[in-house]
């Protein structure tokens, strides 16, 4: 035991150095540990702000349950969307006119083909002749760019600008 004493007294400035540098390092590991600390808690309070006391539990299902509630909120306006592009379809969406002159002793271009189609090329081609002594207006049916009845050449011409034209 005495040997043990002797090595400590002799060796007692480098022991104190060794210890020293010991609560120096432990000294800083502790500021460490606060700092992460203290950067822990700020975010936790972040977390947490606006929560009313409520747990992290309740917080999830209340979120839970909007994410839920905005789904079928979307599901219902996709339905909407859905049949409103459907009635959408079956409305007049194209439009083409052609105007001519039918008869040489009329002065103007007074005569005309309209032709007036849905998304699937089905409507109508309406023809107006204008006589000086008459006139006479009429429509054919048209299904799928198609007419059952035979169309003049302003017709097929005014059909056929019809089919082509843009939708947007």
Do not use: H, W
Request: hydrophobic share 40%; proline share 1%; net charge negative.
């Amino acid at each position: 035991m005495t040997n043990v004493i002797d090595i400590v007294n002799t060796n007692s400035n480098y022991i104190i150095l060794g210890l020293a540098s010991v609560v120096f390092i432990l000294l800083l590991i502790n500021i460490g540990t606060l700092v992460s600390l203290t950067k822990l808690k700020n975010k936790y309070k972040r977390f947490m702000r606006g929560t009313n006391n409520k747990n992290v539990e309740e917080l999830i299902n209340d979120y839970l349950d909007k994410i839920d509630e905005a789904k079928e909120q979307s599901d219902y306006v996709k339905d909407l969307y859905d049949v409103l592009d459907r009635r959408v379809k079956g409305c007049v969406q194209k439009v083409a006119i052609v105007r001519y002159r039918a008869f040489d002793n009329v002065g103007s271009d007074l005569s005309f083909s309209l032709a007036l189609l849905d998304f699937d090329n089905n409507g109508v081609v309406m023809t107006s002749i204008f006589g000086r002594d008459e006139s006479t207006t009429y429509a054919k049916p048209v299904d799928k760019g198609i007419s059952r009845y035979e169309l003049s050449e302003e017709e097929k011409q005014v059909l056929e600008n019809c089919i082509n034209s843009n939708i947007e």
